[in-house]
C-alpha cells in the first residue's frame, strides 16, 4: 500500500480548495482555534477569497493546547471540512490561515499581533465559558483569579479580556488605528456583552492607563452582535479516514460539520471587512430576534435533548431525538415554553426552520455527542433557560420543560444518592459540577439543594422569586431519579396539557 501523503499547500487538491489567491496579509486574528471556527468563520472567509481579493489572511490563536496549532503548522496551516450528511460526505480546504499561535506559550506574539496594523478584526469564538463573567450578574468576575492576575498586568495574561485589553492598549500606544471586536460565540448580545466586560476591565486598571484607553475604545473600536449557527462535533479518525478517502491525503485536523450553517451580523466595522454575504452571512442592524430564535429553539432544546438523552443512557443527540418521549419533550419546550418568549424575525419560515431543526438534529452520521451539548451547562444554561422562565412565571404560567430541562441538567452533574445518571453524564465537564456536588451532599432535601443552587444564581437572579419553579425542579429530579427519564418527561408532557397556554 502506497503511504498517503501529508496535506499541505502543494498536497491539497485544486478542487477541494476553496479559493486560489496567495495570502500576503492577516486582517483577522481569531481567538479560539476550535472546531467551530474552523468550520465556520473560516469558510465564510474563504468564500469571500473566492469572490474577492484582500488582506485577510487569519491567524489562528489557541488558547492553551498547542495540539491544533502544532498540527496545522504541519500542514502549512491547511485543513479540512467534512460536511456529513446522510447522504454522504463532501470535503473541503478553507486555507485561509497565514500562522497559528498558542497564547500560553507565545502570549507577547499575540498581544503583538492584536496591536499589528495590519490587524482589523479581532474575532473570538472561546465559548460562553471564555468570558469570565459572573452569570448571576453579567457582569465580569472581578473576584475570579485569573482577571485579578490580568489586571495586575501579570504574564501571560490569562483571560480573553485581558488579551484583548493588552492588545488594544498596545495598539492605542502604536498607531491607534481602529479594529472590530467580533464575538461569535452563543450569548445573548454578544458583542454588546463583550463591549461592556473589556469596558470593564479598563475601568478597573490604574487611572494612568484607564482614561485614553476608554475614549479610544469609544471611538475606535467596535463590538458587532452576531448569531452563529453550525452543528460542529468534535474530531475522530472516522473523519480522518473520509479525509483520507476523497482527497488522497492525510489531514490530522479534520473538522466534521454538519451541511447548514447560518451566521447574521451587524455591519459596524471600524476597518473593513471580508464579504462574507458571498458565503451567504446575512447583514442586519437587527441581530436580536436572530440571536434568541437560535439560543432559544437550537440551542435550549438541544440541552434538554442531551441531558434527557445522555440520562436514557443515549451517546448521540441522533440516538437521543430518536427516542419518541424526548422527541416530544424536545417539540414541548420549543413550542410550549421557548417560543412564546421570542419574536421570530421577519422573512423567516417558522415551520419550515423548526422543521430542519428536527432533521439537523437527526443527521445521525454526524454523531454529535450528548456530552459534547450537555457540557458546561452551568454557562449555557443561563443564556437559555431564565429569560423565557421568568417571562411565562410573570405570566402566571408553569415552564413544565424548562423546569424539567434544569432537573435534568441538575441529575447529570449532582445525582440523587443511589441514582447512576450513566456514563454520558459522566464524562460531561462542567466548571461548577464540584460546587454542584458539594451543594447537593449538604442539603438536606432535593428540594432544599435546588433552592440553595437557585438562590446561589446559578441561572442568574431573576429565578429566585419564583419558589414553585425550584419546587418543579426538586420534582422532576425525583421523578427522573425514581421512575427514569420517559417518566418525567411524561410528567412534564401531563403537567403541560393541564394548564392552558398563555401567550407570553
Ligand atoms: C450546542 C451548540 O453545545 C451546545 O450547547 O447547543 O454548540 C450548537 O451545536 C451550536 O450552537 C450550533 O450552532
Redesign the pocket.
Known amino acids: 500500500m502506497t503511504a498517503v501523503p501529508t496535506l499541505n499547500s502543494r498536497t491539497t487538491p485544486a478542487t477541494s480548495l476553496m479559493h486560489r489567491r496567495t495570502l500576503t496579509r492577516t486582517g483577522i486574528v481569531h481567538l479560539g482555534l476550535g472546531n467551530?471556527h474552523r468550520a465556520?468563520q473560516a469558510v465564510y472567509t474563504a468564500a469571500a477569497l473566492n469572490h474577492s481579493d484582500g488582506p485577510w489572511g487569519t491567524l489562528g490563536v489557541a488558547s492553551r493546547s498547542p495540539a491544533v496549532a502544532d498540527a496545522l503548522r504541519a500542514q502549512d496551516h491547511h485543513y479540512s471540512v467534512v460536511e456529513i450528511s446522510p447522504e454522504g460526505a463532501r470535503v473541503t480546504v478553507p486555507a485561509v490561515h497565514t500562522g497559528v499561535l498558542v497564547t500560553a506559550h507565545e502570549p507577547d506574539a499575540v498581544v503583538d499581533a492584536i496591536a499589528a496594523p495590519d490587524t482589523r478584526i479581532v474575532s473570538l469564538t472561546v465559548t460562553e465559558h471564555g468570558y469570565t463573567f459572573s452569570p448571576r450578574t453579567g457582569r465580569l468576575d472581578l473576584d475570579h483569579e485569573d482577571i485579578r492576575s490580568d489586571l495586575r498586568g501579570d504574564t501571560p495574561p490569562r483571560t480573553t479580556i485581558g488579551l484583548i485589553v493588552r492588545g488594544l492598549q498596545r495598539r492605542l500606544r502604536d498607531h491607534a488605528a481602529p479594529v472590530t471586536v467580533l464575538s461569535c460565540d452563543?450569548l445573548a448580545g454578544n458583542g454588546t456583552q463583550t463591549a461592556l466586560l473589556v469596558r470593564e476591565f479598563i475601568e478597573s486598571l490604574p487611572s494612568a492607563e484607564r482614561d485614553e484607553l476608554a475614549g479610544w475604545l469609544g471611538e475606535a473600536v467596535t463590538f458587532p452582535n452576531t448569531m452563529?449557527?453550525?452543528?460542529?462535533p468534535a474530531t475522530t479518525d472516522a473523519y480522518r479516514l473520509m479525509v483520507a478517502e476523497h482527497l488522497r491525503v492525510r489531514d490530522e485536523v479534520p473538522v466534521p460539520a454538519e451541511p447548514f450553517s447560518?451566521w447574521v451580523l451587524q455591519d459596524r466595522f471600524a476597518a473593513g471587512r471580508p464579504v462574507w454575504e458571498h458565503g451567504g452571512a446575512l447583514f442586519t442592524d437587527d441581530v436580536e430576534p436572530y440571536e434568541l430564535l437560535?439560543l432559544r429553539l437550537?440551542?435550549g432544546t438541544?440541552?434538554l435533548i442531551?441531558y434527557l438523552g445522555a440520562l436514557d443512557g443515549r451517546a448521540t443527540i441522533p440516538d437521543a431525538i430518536g427516542r419518541p418521549f424526548v422527541a416530544e419533550a424536545a417539540h414541548r419546550v420549543l413550542h410550549g415554553d421557548y417560543l412564546p418568549s421570542l419574536t421570530v424575525p421577519d422573512g423567516i419560515d417558522l415551520d419550515a426552520y423548526v422543521a430542519q431543526l428536527f432533521d439537523r438534529w437527526a443527521n445521525s452520521a454526524l454523531g454529535?455527542r450528548t456530552q459534547?451539548?450537555?457540557?458546561?451547562g452551568s454557562v449555557?444554561l443561563r443564556q437559555r433557560v431564565p429569560d423565557p422562565a421568568v417571562r411565562h412565571l410573570r405570566g402566571g404560567r408553569m415552564p413544565h420543560h424548562l423546569a424539567l430541562t434544569v432537573a435534568a441538567y441538575l441529575c447529570c452533574m449532582a445525582p440523587p444518592t443511589g441514582f447512576d445518571p450513566g456514563p454520558h453524564a459522566a464524562a460531561m465537564t462542567d466548571p461548577a459540577r464540584d460546587r454542584l456536588r458539594r451543594t447537593a451532599e449538604r442539603a438536606l432535601s432535593t428540594s432544599e439543594f435546588v433552592t440553595r443552587v437557585i438562590d446561589a444564581g446559578l441561572l442568574g437572579d431573576g429565578l429566585a422569586e419564583f419558589p414553585e419553579f425550584t419546587e418543579r425542579v426538586a420534582e422532576f429530579i425525583g421523578v427522573l431519579a425514581r421512575h427514569g427519564t420517559a417518566a418525567a418527561a411524561g410528567a412534564a408532557a401531563e403537567a403541560a396539557d393541564s394548564e392552558p397556554l398563555l401567550a407570553a
Open positions: 467551530f465556520h452563543n452563529v449557527d453550525r452543528i460542529v447560518m437560535k437550537l440551542n438541544h440541552s442531551a454529535h459534547q451539548v450537555g457540557s458546561d449555557k
